[in-house]
């Protein structure tokens, strides 16, 4: 990356932290905060415009749930805050980050038009998902068994409580079993920038999540 794009990127998003009056712009690794495990990756924020892009305010009522599956420093809470959900629930590994996101929540600058928020300090796999959940959220949080078993709670409340769930991925790397499940339908993609790493790093999908 040329100093100019780097320079452009970084002082955008701290244009977006200062407008929203929130601090969420800083890559953590659990190393460093001591959860480093198998099948867990580090934090970094989604794209500030992404979320917008890949859910358009329109498909969005006030009887939608929508659910961050390692949700850090809450960023992306802030922006679905925006939207008209019925509640907003961010599950963070960490409580140092989820403190952060609950900071981030009071302290942002911006119209908020969700109902309730709710931040969790949890291991997701203690995590029992709400049978009302009907956008779930991942941006690349965890791979592998961690994945897959989240996955698989989800499709077994949808069957619980048949209703329409939308699944959103960042860098969707286990979306391979996402679609050997049979569950999932892909809906749309959108390439947020250019990643070293190629495909599907730097790109965002949704998917519908199908009735048994």
Not at 76 to 103: H, M, N, W
Not at 195 to 200: A, H, I, Q, T
């Amino acid at each position: 990356m040329s100093a100019y794009k780097w320079l452009r990127r970084n002082v955008g998003q701290l244009l977006y932290e200062r407008r929203y009056g929130v601090r969420t712009a800083e890559r953590v690794d659990l190393a460093d905060i001591g959860l480093d495990g198998e099948d867990r990756v580090y934090y970094a924020a989604l794209n500030w415009r992404a979320l917008r892009r890949v859910l358009p305010k329109s498909e969005v009522s006030e009887r939608d749930v929508f659910v961050d599956f390692g949700s850090g420093m809450g960023r992306v809470i802030v922006q679905a805050s925006q939207y008209p959900f019925r509640k907003v629930i961010g599950v963070e590994l960490s409580a140092e980050l989820t403190d952060i996101a609950r900071d981030n929540v009071r302290n942002m600058r911006v119209r908020r038009r969700c109902g309730e928020i709710e931040l969790i300090a949890s291991d997701v796999l203690d995590y029992d998902i709400p049978d009302d959940v009907t956008v779930a959220f991942f941006n690349n949080p965890f791979r592998g068994k961690i994945f897959s078993e989240v996955v698989d709670r989800l499709v077994a409340s949808v069957d619980r409580a048949p209703r329409p769930v939308r699944m959103i991925y960042g860098n969707p790397l286990e979306e391979p079993y996402l679609m050997s499940t049979g569950r999932f339908r892909h809906l749309r993609t959108i390439d947020l920038k250019p990643d070293p790493l190629g495909p599907p790093f730097g790109t965002i999908r949704t998917y519908d999540l199908l009735p048994k």
